[in-house]
């Protein structure tokens, strides 16, 4: 993590006062990435040229792909990008002009040491070097040697080309912990973006904004981390007392007294709630301000503290500034596509939302995801297709062979009883009754096929919605309603179970004409299987994010149930070059 609050807060004071050294106030906005800019040139000097020593240890220094003086002084990955960049500049200095730093250079350091308000370390982006480098260029300092120039040239070069890559798709490659997000196709041809965009920019930071992801959802996490950023400053973190028993409304606290201090903070005990500060009674507003922070974290909110409460109550805000970081990174890798109207299902947090094309939510509701340790739903985006009304289920081989054959083995008539049939490569049925040995035999051996006859009896319900995908994932109808009521919802097999099927397939048919909701219900309650394709496809997105703030601005924190957030800190913990 960064250093201390006094420290940076001395850095960031001797900073601001040499950028006003060097800066002039910038004017006008930048075009979106991607296009032409309309530049104005910050000063009629040329970058500064090199001599023949200079240029030669520039090119040094790029072909080895690393500079000591960087905080992550192997810079390798980026060694393409930097060498384009620096020829098309016949390797002079673009950040240094009359052996000073540029106006755009003063303004890309500023931002560099502002990363963290990004969900990112300004210490990646080299923030407490950045002081001593512009120090060696001051005007009031002796004779800059070219020798420092060059560093700090290459030093920003780097840090920026990172900045603006880690803003725009992430730090790692989402492919490393097998998620099927492509970045690839929203990557910038780094050398030319820093050329035309940044260099000359008059409004450097209105360029870097707008690499950022466009969507709400991300916007509202940047300004919850914020707040949060201040929080984790302003409160001391202290735990909370341990109980021995479950704490009801009406019973006596210790901590009552602490437990009013972090909900206030948190926003959870409203700041006109009338509460003696030194009191142990739990109840009252206090009881509410606990079932509002339940709530928040998808837990029961019934104002009980358990053991789960006051462990949720016990994580320290600097650890949920973190989930903040993680869950900012995983927002930076996702599809263009999902700007046009797609239907999002967040993993952690057991839910499922469609946007309309203002990008504002036009139905929502719960769902149960795979259990974790074995059936985890995977994340990735891909298109849906077709609705089919009645479906038949077609069982898993490995479903098949761990909880099938087993039982029939057992019981002939296993399959008879409970509604499946067998089936060949073709779907024809070779039985709907009796198992004889020789079925059970090729049923073993995977040549012949398990699948669940339509009804409501059925696993899939009486709907599914497919989006086709190497995963073989898709949403669809339960039997088992009764998993929706509970908190944490973790019990399929990979696919996403719906609470609302027939609200879905009403949404998604809505450009197909004639499927209103009773139509909808009628082919559910109807005697054939039916397949409806979609006129217009929608993107799909499956994603794992931790933290979720709603339009309403509450931040609602939950559990990593498949650990994917625990890899993913591992992974930054090391550093760059991070996995591509």
């Given at each position: 993590?960064?250093?201390?609050c ?22 006008g ?8 800019s ?6 009629a ?36 990008p ?31 040491l ?69 970045i ?75 437990l009013?201090r ?11 709630a009338?509460?003696?500060a ?43 500034v973190?989930q ?17 109207s ?7 947090e ?22 974790a ?8 985006s ?18 098949a ?32 009754g ?21 009804g ?7 709907a ?117």
């Amino acid at each position: 993590m960064s250093p201390s609050c006094n420290y940076k807060n001395k850095l960031a004071v001797a900073l601001v006062f040499m950028i006003a050294l060097f800066c002039a106030p910038g004017a006008g906005s930048a075009d979106r990435p991607g296009t032409p800019s309309a530049m104005t040139p910050s000063s009629a000097m040329l970058p500064q040229e090199l001599g023949a020593e200079g240029q030669s240890a520039l090119r040094t220094i790029i072909e080895a792909g690393k500079l000591p003086d960087l905080r992550w002084p192997d810079f390798s990955d980026y060694e393409q990008p930097m060498q384009k960049f620096y020829e098309s500049y016949g390797y002079s200095l673009p950040w240094v002009r009359g052996m000073n730093p540029t106006p755009q250079a003063q303004k890309v350091i500023a931002l560099l040491l502002q990363a963290d308000q990004k969900g990112l370390s300004s210490e990646d982006y080299d923030g407490p070097r950045w002081s001593v480098r512009l120090a060696r260029l001051k005007p009031t300092a002796a004779r800059p040697s070219e020798a420092d120039a060059l560093r700090f040239d290459a030093a920003l070069t780097v840090s920026l080309m990172r900045y603006i890559s880690d803003l725009h798709i992430g730090r790692v490659n989402p492919k490393h912990f097998a998620f099927d997000l492509d970045i690839v196709a929203k990557k910038y041809d780094l050398s030319e973006f820093v050329k035309e965009h940044v260099v000359e920019a008059p409004d450097v930071a209105g360029v870097l904004t707008q690499v950022e992801p466009p969507y709400p959802g991300y916007r509202r996490t940047i300004q919850a981390l914020h707040t949060y950023l201040d929080l984790a400053k302003k409160y001391d973190g202290s735990q909370l007392p341990p109980i021995q028993k479950t704490i009801a409304p009406g019973d006596s606290y210790a901590g009552v007294p602490q437990l009013i201090r972090l909900l206030g903070t948190v926003g959870d005990l409203p700041a006109d709630a009338n509460l003696p500060a030194d009191g142990t009674a739990y109840r009252g507003a206090l009881v509410n301000a606990v079932k509002h922070f339940q709530q928040r974290l998808g837990r029961t909110p019934d104002g009980r503290i358990t053991s789960q409460t006051l462990a949720d109550l016990n994580v320290p805000l600097p650890d949920r500034v973190r989930q903040m970081q993680l869950t900012l990174e995983r927002w930076r890798w996702l599809p263009v596509s999902y700007q046009k109207s797609p239907i999002v299902a967040n993993i952690p947090e057991f839910h499922l939302r469609a946007y309309d094309e203002n990008f504002e939510i036009a139905l929502q509701m719960n769902v149960v995801v795979g259990k974790a340790y074995g059936h985890d739903t995977p994340v990735f985006s891909d298109t849906m297709e077709y609705v089919v009304f009645r479906p038949y289920w077609s069982v898993p081989y490995s479903i098949a062979k761990a909880e099938f054959l087993p039982r029939l083995a057992r019981d002939p008539d296993y399959l008879a009883k409970k509604g499946f049939e067998v089936v060949d490569s073709r779907q024809d049925v070779v039985t709907a009754g009796t198992v004889t040995s020789e079925t059970l035999e090729q049923l073993q051996a995977g040549k012949l096929f398990i699948r669940q006859t339509p009804g409501p009896k059925n696993s899939l319900g009486l709907a599914k919605f497919i989006f086709p995908n190497s995963y073989n994932i898709y949403f669809h109808d339960t039997p088992e309603q009764e998993f929706f009521s509970k908190s944490r919802r973790d019990f399929s097999h990979g696919c996403i179970r719906l609470e609302k099927p027939a609200d879905l397939a009403v949404w998604v048919l809505r450009n197909n004409p004639g499927w209103t909701m009773e139509r909808v219900r009628g082919a559910m309650s109807g005697t054939a299987t039916q397949q409806v394709n979609l006129t217009n496809p929608i993107p799909v997105l499956i994603v794992y994010a931790t933290v979720i703030v709603t339009e309403d601005g509450l931040v609602h924190f939950y559990d990593d149930i498949y650990g994917h957030d625990a890899s993913l800190q591992q992974v930054l913990a090391k550093g760059y070059p991070y996995p591509n």
